[in-house]
């Protein structure tokens, strides 16, 4: 049954733990039991997933992401990757990102300005292997819209959900919302990279953290 | 009798230790031994997958051009790294939190790119190495090379064997790690070679004894004989679990790596291309429910920052808080009505939620300076009582926006590195 999970003050003061006692459900051991199993359906295995971010580097006065640059025909040239390892127990990856629509520095010199272009983005999850070998896609997932007008503030992006939840998203990002979770059941362990696959935006932040398997 | 840590973890919902319930075992449906054997994998494996250090940079910021005479740094408009002909140095830096004085192997890998000049395609010959060292306060302890290889081209190259870290015994609660790009001596004049991203990982631990959190707390293995079915529960377990449980909850976090260096090599007050760049925010989003901040009072952050100035003081201000603007709640991001919150960050200006990190004037040696702050987080009536992970609050810097983000702030922009993490 969920139950909200305890704060971890709550676990019983060392010294309360000094006797042994059967298990029925009045001690304290069993109390630490139900603690213990609280804390680690509910907090800890997100937690140990960790969490990645990127941020990138202005430089010549074009900022964010490597993989925003485009040829002048509306062709990217470049993609990015953040790479990163799997937990054995990892279902799916969770990720975030804001992105801006201004100051970009088109290959051809043109500056695209916010609100003149909508955006199809893509994210894709893949095995990251050694130089020269192939990768295998995971997972992958389409996500974009139009973009509000701004200049001065970042416009944000973030699609999530869990396993169990409703699907929620960032407003602005505009049609498309939809799920925002990479599958990555049976990957558990393995080195991977999440790729971005972007036109017309500027990715300033991403942040992603891994779902582990649903409590029992 | 053996200490288990499973392949993947099962969870024992709560229920099962409920008041007179019989202690199951190895049977199916097991809730004490599955209780330790997750206690044991977490043990082993948390903080050591997701990132210790991730970081991409926009394409050739962290990279290095022959022209012909020095391996310059690019785009740092014609200035060589700063040491003369013949220097090929190019650094980021990070620091990363220790997780145990068991962890000590960092694997690390690069995706190397390498080009003919201008051109688009892969440098088909070998075109340089990134070195990742460890560099304790004796200097360089570890050192691991990767070559990048013409046969391979473009793509991750990925140490052999983990970096070796070996900072614990000094006490210093972090390791500091150093990712140094070196080009070829055969790359021809206007060959270049960039690293756009980098990652490493601490290894998980594949045998478990007991062993010892930053805070000195330890980490008992939990045994399977002890956890059998119908077997007495002994007060040394009960303690055990706790213990561990605690010193679990304190276990640091890497929650921000940035390094904005190009081309860095001693004098951050003469060369603006060589500093962490200022102009916009800079952050990771903090889930808060149910990971990290909700179950607990406050968060902790710590910043370490490298950097420094010839010519005067200069200061980095942490500060926290929900969003900055432009991600201010109910409008153009995730609604309140939408997010179960729990419970959130307190936002404040001034006061108690912001720190200081001073970086005198150096004359020209740039240092690790740090700061810590502790997040305080308050209940959030009713919406406490509803799961989902969909809140996020926000670590990073933000010139501009400081008084409303979970930010550490680049008041000025001689540093070159932050590295925050969280507990």
Redesign the interface.
């Known amino acids: 049954?969920?139950?909200?999970?305890?704060?971890?003050?709550e676990?019983?003061h060392?010294n309360t733990?000094?006797?042994?006692?059967?298990?029925?459900?009045?001690g304290?051991?069993?109390t630490?039991?139900?603690?213990?199993?609280?804390?680690?359906?509910?907090?800890?295995?997100?937690?140990?997933?960790?969490?990645?971010?990127?941020?990138?580097?202005?430089?010549?006065g074009?900022?964010?992401?490597?993989g925003n640059?485009e040829d002048g025909a509306g062709n990217k040239?470049?993609v990015?990757?953040?790479?990163?390892?799997?937990?054995?127990?990892?279902v799916a990856v969770?990720f975030?990102i804001?992105y801006?629509c201004s100051d970009i520095i088109e290959a051809t010199g043109a500056t695209t300005r916010p609100g003149s272009q909508s955006i199809e983005s893509e994210a894709i999850l893949r095995t990251?292997?050694?130089?020269?070998?192939a990768s295998t896609v995971i997972d992958r997932v389409v996500f974009g819209g139009s973009l509000?007008p701004?200049v001065s503030?970042?416009?944000?992006y973030?699609g999530?959900r869990?396993l169990a939840?409703p699907v929620?998203t960032?407003?602005?990002a505009g049609p498309g919302d939809g799920p925002r979770l990479l599958n990555c059941e049976g990957y558990?362990g393995q080195?991977v990279?999440l790729v971005f696959d972007v036109a017309h935006v500027q990715v300033?932040?991403v942040?992603a953290?891994?779902l582990w398997?649903p409590?029992? | 009798m053996a200490v288990t840590i499973p392949?993947?973890?099962?969870?024992?919902?709560?229920?099962?230790?409920?008041?007179?319930?019989?202690?199951l075992g190895t049977a199916t449906g097991a809730?004490?031994q599955n209780?330790g054997q997750?206690?044991n994998?977490?043990n082993a494996?948390?903080?050591t997958?997701?990132?210790a250090i991730?970081?991409?940079?926009?394409?050739?910021?962290v990279s290095g051009i022959n022209d012909g005479t020095d391996f310059r740094a690019t785009?740092g408009g014609g200035s060589n790294n700063g040491a003369g002909s013949g220097n090929n140095n190019v650094y980021v830096r990070y620091r990363i939190p220790w997780l145990t004085d068991l962890h000590t192997d960092l694997?690390v890998?690069c995706?190397?790119v390498a080009r003919a000049g201008a051109s688009?395609s892969p440098l088909a010959k070998d075109a340089g190495t990134f070195t990742a060292r460890c560099v304790t306060s004796g200097g360089v302890s570890a050192t691991q090379v990767v070559a990048?290889?013409s046969?391979?081209?473009?793509?991750?190259?990925?140490t052999s064997t983990p970096l070796a870290l070996t900072e614990w015994s000094s006490g210093a609660g972090f390791a500091q790690v150093e990712i140094q790009l070196t080009h070829d001596a055969g790359l021809a004049a206007g060959d270049l070679i960039s690293i756009?991203?980098?990652?490493a990982?601490w290894a998980p631990l594949s045998a478990l004894s007991v062993h010892i959190a930053a805070n000195g707390s330890r980490y008992i293995p939990l045994d399977d004989g002890e956890l059998d079915a119908d077997a007495?529960?002994?007060?040394d377990l009960?303690?055990y679990?706790?213990?561990t449980?605690?010193a679990?909850?304190e276990r640091p976090?890497?929650?921000?790596?940035?390094s904005?260096i190009y081309g860095w090599a001693g004098n951050p007050g003469t060369d603006t291309?060589r500093r962490?760049?200022d102009?916009?925010?800079?952050?990771?989003?903090?889930?808060m429910h149910?990971?990290?901040l909700?179950?607990?009072?406050d968060y902790e952050l710590t910043a370490h920052v490298y950097g420094g100035d010839n010519t005067a003081d200069r200061q980095i201000v942490i500060q926290h808080g929900n969003h900055?603007?432009?991600?201010s709640r109910g409008?153009?991001?995730?609604?309140s009505s939408?997010?179960p919150t729990g419970r959130e960050i307190v936002n404040r200006a001034t006061g108690p939620n912001q720190t200081v990190i001073a970086i005198p004037q150096d004359a020209g040696n740039p240092d690790w300076y740090t700061g810590t702050l502790q997040v305080p987080i308050e209940s959030q009536s009713e919406r406490?009582?509803v799961?989902?992970?969909?809140y996020?609050a926000r670590v990073?810097f933000n010139v501009a926006d400081f008084d409303r983000s979970a930010v550490a702030v680049a008041d000025d922009p001689f540093a070159q590195s932050v590295s925050i993490w969280g507990r």
């Not at chain 2, 799961?387 to 969909?390: A, D, L």
Request: proline share 8%.
């Open positions: 049954m969920a139950q909200v999970p305890r704060r971890w003050t676990l019983p060392p733990l000094g006797v042994a006692r059967p298990v029925d459900g009045a304290v051991c069993p630490l039991a139900m603690d213990a199993a609280h804390l680690l359906g509910w907090r800890m295995r997100p937690a140990c997933g960790g969490v990645f971010e990127q941020q990138w580097r202005e430089s010549d074009r900022r964010g992401f490597p640059v040239v470049e990015s990757r953040l790479g990163f390892r799997l937990t054995p127990a990892a969770w975030a804001d801006s990251r292997v050694a130089a020269g070998s509000v701004s503030t970042w416009v944000p973030e999530q869990t939840m929620v960032r407003a602005q558990g080195d990279e300033l932040n942040s953290w891994e398997t409590e029992v | 392949a993947t973890p099962t969870f024992p919902d709560a229920e099962r230790f409920g008041s007179g319930l019989p202690v809730g004490w209780l997750a206690i994998y977490l494996y948390l903080g997958f997701g990132p991730d970081q991409g940079w926009t394409s050739y910021a785009p694997d890998a995706y190397m688009s990048h290889a046969a391979s081209g473009d793509g991750w190259y990925q756009e991203s980098v990652c990982e007495a529960l002994s007060a009960a303690s679990i706790r213990e449980l605690h679990l909850s976090r890497s929650l921000f790596q940035w904005g291309s962490v760049a102009r916009f925010p800079r952050y990771v989003h903090l889930p149910p990971h990290g909700l179950d607990r009072g900055p603007t432009g991600l409008t153009d991001e995730i609604g939408q997010i406490s009582r799961r989902g992970p969909y996020s990073g």
